[in-house]
């Protein structure tokens, strides 16, 4: 069956530092991949979704960056994060003709 | 663009009882899914139910049921005999068809089930 892992589960970070989210899902092949961000009592943002090794679509402008790697990696990164960056972090994976979008454990980040 | 609407933004019920949480939504396309998503405390997002607008018969999984309105653009989720561990967030989604699979979400429904 598939898969889905992030981490780190948790992360704080100082203003300036840079970012590392990584994602990785197992199981399956090809898979379209997305990061999401929740921050505190709100719904969810996408930030960014990729449908191939290389392809990645940016959907807000931002402080952030993604890349895929493999084909089944998809790492979400920041050179310097901002306090605005703090949130609720979440990967999440389709397939081929599939439908529905599942989640990964999510990661919470913490500027401070 | 489409938007999705749900308008009780917390609600409680004693357990064992059935909690109903409106969803609803506006677009001008004709082929899409509906979902309901729980969001518990542990933050992982988790698939309740799913609904392809093209049926008319509506989902069940277990004790989560919807009442899909396609004219009325409304898409409801009740939950019958809810259990303490069903206390989350709720998020109603739309995603069109064809598409690259984006969601458009709710803001969410805070469910609190008490003993």
């Known amino acids: 069956s598939q898969t889905i892992h992030q981490w780190p589960a948790t992360l704080v970070q100082p203003v300036g530092s840079p970012l590392s989210l990584e994602c990785t899902v197992e199981g399956t092949s090809n898979p379209n991949l997305y990061w999401y961000r929740q921050a505190a009592g709100r719904g969810l943002q996408l930030l960014f979704y990729s449908v191939g090794i290389g392809q990645i679509s940016s959907e807000v402008p931002q402080n952030l960056s993604a890349s895929r790697p493999q084909d089944r990696q998809f790492i979400l990164s920041s050179k310097k994060l901002l306090l605005s960056d703090s949130g609720f972090y979440l990967c999440a994976w389709t397939w081929g003709s599939g439908n529905t979008i599942y989640f990964g454990e999510g990661s919470w980040l913490t500027v401070v | 663009a489409q938007t999705v609407t749900q308008s009780q933004p917390e609600m409680s019920v004693q357990e064992a009882e059935t909690v109903t949480l409106s969803c609803t939504y506006d677009t001008s396309e004709n082929n899409y899914y509906l979902f309901w998503y729980k969001q518990p405390p542990s933050r992982q997002m988790i698939l309740v139910i799913r609904q392809e607008a093209y049926k008319q018969q509506n989902a069940t999984e277990n004790r989560f049921s919807v009442n899909f309105q396609k004219a009325a653009k409304s898409f409801s989720l009740k939950i019958s005999d809810s259990q303490l561990g069903d206390t989350a967030m709720y998020f109603c989604?739309?995603?069109?068809?064809?598409?690259?699979?984006?969601?458009?979400w709710g803001a969410g429904t805070k469910l609190i089930i008490k003993p």
């Open positions: 989604a739309f995603m069109k068809q064809p598409s690259n699979y984006q969601l458009i």
